[in-house]
Each structure stands twice: as structure tokens, then as C-alpha cells.
T-cell receptor, first 112, second 113 residues
Framework: GEDVEQSLFLSVREGDSSVINCTYT??????LYWYKQEPGAGLQLLTY?????DMKQDQRLTVLLNKKDKHLSLRIADTQTGDSAIYFC????????????FGGGTRLMVKP | DVKVTQSSRYLVKRTGEKVFLECVQD?????MFWYRQDPGLGLRLIYF???????EKGDIPEGYSVSREKKERFSLILESASTNQTSMYLC????????????FGSGTRLTVV
């Protein structure tokens, strides 16, 4: 089955850019997602990228997809303390929205 | 605003109790899921359902059961709660097609004492 890997932890200073990485093994997903989980809360969908795209930008968020290397990244520009959270990448190998595979999550800590 | 609602944010139960965690979605979604989340272990799928009265085991179903009598409601049942079931429980739903991802509830933090 699909294997999705993320580093556990990232620490940045407020105002810097953050880059959260995700690698995967199965390249069949049409949609690749990024979720954000704030402390004590559920996951909320941040953004997604369609597999025929290399890049998607949405305000401070930039998603990069390197299909050859099976690598997905989320860049947060001008990182704020409110961006401190756990970030999960997720793939949809069945392309039916009924069995997402999640990475283990990356905890982003933003220092003032 | 579309929603997945979990009935309790925090719950404390005693060992051996039967525990019901309720989840309701208002989006007419086909699919519903129960996960547990523990530090260092990520999200682990307990059970899921693709339709009313239908259920499938996930990766860690032992000690749990589920019920889906109506499309909008998916209940997780701990038949006899144990301390190793202390965890954050997350419910999610999705439509029967790709491109929408999952919508998650706010989670229930369950403590079994």
C-alpha cells in the first residue's frame, strides 16, 4: 500500500519561511492534500494540488509537487505564531475520496 | 458552513464502562471514518463506513465497534473501556468522489481511568 513519510518536527522564527516536506511511494493519487491541526482540535483542509500541476499558490501557501521524486512540499511564507500546528500531507490512491493515506504529521513551532 | 460534529470535546470514563462516541455530519456524505490519534503514532484508522448499515474494519479495530443506522450519524463504541484506549478520537466524512478530501470533527479527548 501507499507509504507517506514526513519529518516529525520543524522550528522556525517568526517572519521566516517554513518548508514542510512529504515523500510518498505510490504515484497514483490524482489529488494530494495538506491539512493543519491546531492544538486540541481536529484537522482542517488547508489546500490541495492536482497531480498534473507542479505548483499551486494560495496567499502565503505554496505547494510544490515533484512527481519524479515523489515529493510534495508546503511552503508557508512570512510564518506567524498562529501557524504553529501539526501539518499532515495526505494522498488518495483510489482517487475516490474514500481512503486517504496520511503522513505522520510535522509539528511546526514558530518562535517569536 | 459544512460540519462534522462530535458530541463531546472531553470525556472521562471508568475502566470497564461501555462508551459511545457520536459523530454527525450535515453534508450528506457517503463515507464516514473513525481515527484515533496518539503522540508519535499519527492517525490510525479504527473503522469506516461507505454506506448506511455498512462498516469495515480499519487498522486497529480491536476493542471497538461501530454503528451507522442513518447516513448522517456514525457512532464509535468502546465495549469495555480500558486505560490503553485513552486517546484523541477524530471523526471524518467525505463524499463518494475524489477531490474533496475529508472533513474532520473537532475531536473527542477520552480519558479512561
Amino acid at each position: 500500500g501507499e507509504d507517506v513519510e514526513q519529518s516529525l518536527f520543524l522550528s522556525v522564527r517568526e517572519g521566516d519561511s517554513s518548508v514542510i516536506n512529504c515523500t510518498y511511494t505510490d504515484s497514483s493519487s490524482t489529488y494530494l492534500y495538506w491539512y493543519k491541526q491546531e492544538p486540541g482540535a481536529g484537522l482542517q483542509l488547508l489546500t490541495y494540488i492536482f497531480s498534473n500541476m507542479d505548483m499551486k499558490q494560495d496567499q502565503r501557501l505554496t505547494v510544490l509537487l515533484n512527481k519524479k521524486d515523489k515529493h510534495l512540499s508546503l511552503r508557508i511564507a512570512d510564518t506567524q505564531t498562529g501557524d504553529s500546528a501539526i501539518y499532515f500531507c495526505a494522498l488518495d490512491p483510489n482517487n475516490a475520496g474514500n481512503m486517504l493515506t496520511f503522513g505522520g504529521g510535522t509539528r511546526l513551532m514558530v518562535k517569536p | 458552513d459544512v460540519k462534522v460534529t462530535q458530541s463531546s470535546r472531553y470525556l472521562v470514563k471508568r475502566t470497564g464502562e461501555k462508551v459511545f462516541l457520536e459523530c454527525v455530519q450535515d453534508m450528506d456524505h457517503e463515507n464516514m471514518f473513525w481515527y484515533r490519534q496518539d503522540p508519535g503514532l499519527g492517525l490510525r484508522l479504527i473503522y469506516f463506513s461507505y454506506d448506511v448499515k455498512m462498516k469495515e474494519k480499519g487498522d486497529i479495530p480491536e476493542g471497538y465497534s461501530v454503528s451507522r443506522e442513518k447516513k448522517e450519524r456514525f457512532s464509535l463504541i468502546l465495549e469495555s473501556a480500558s486505560t490503553n484506549q485513552t486517546s484523541m478520537y477524530l471523526c471524518a466524512s467525505s463524499p463518494g468522489q475524489g477531490g474533496y478530501g475529508y472533513t474532520f470533527g473537532s475531536g473527542t479527548r477520552l480519558t479512561v481511568v
